[in-house]
């Protein structure tokens, strides 16, 4: 029995990871570069901190996996996380842009 319910579990998350690879892999890093000024103001600063609308580290998106980056973003965009900037952006976001903005980031070193 738990042999059967980790094979689910594995084929599950398997699904889950070629899922968000291919949307990486859909975008173009080129356009992603031309879409990162929202990005700028907060993931830009010197480490990696903001004060809107509270003092807290920002996670730095370069070298970030592709697939995390679309998981975040369509999170933020449906409110599955909360944060009001990012769900102010991630609603202007069409899934292309998603794309195209992990396939940059995920393109640039840590």
């Known amino acids: 029995m738990k042999s059967k319910r980790f094979a689910a579990i594995a084929a599950v998350a ?3 990871a070629a899922g968000t ?3 990486a892999a859909e ?3 080129e356009a992603g570069k031309k879409k990162t000024q929202m990005c700028a103001g907060c993931h830009g600063i010197e480490g990696f901190r903001t004060a809107f609308p509270e003092v ?3 996670p730095r ?3 970030q996996s592709g697939g995390y ?3 975040a973003l369509k999170a933020y965009k ?3 996380r909360s944060h009001p900037s990012m769900r102010a952006i991630a609603t202007s976001l069409s899934d292309q842009d998603m794309a195209d903005l992990a396939a940059y980031y995920s393109s640039q070193g840590q």
């Open 14 to 16: 398997a699904l889950c």
């Open 21 to 23: 690879q291919a949307w």
């Open 27 to 29: 975008g173009s890093a």
């Open 56 to 58: 807290y580290s920002v």
């Open 61 to 63: 998106l370069g070298g």
């Open 69 to 71: 980056i679309v998981s």
């Open 78 to 80: 449906s409110g599955d």
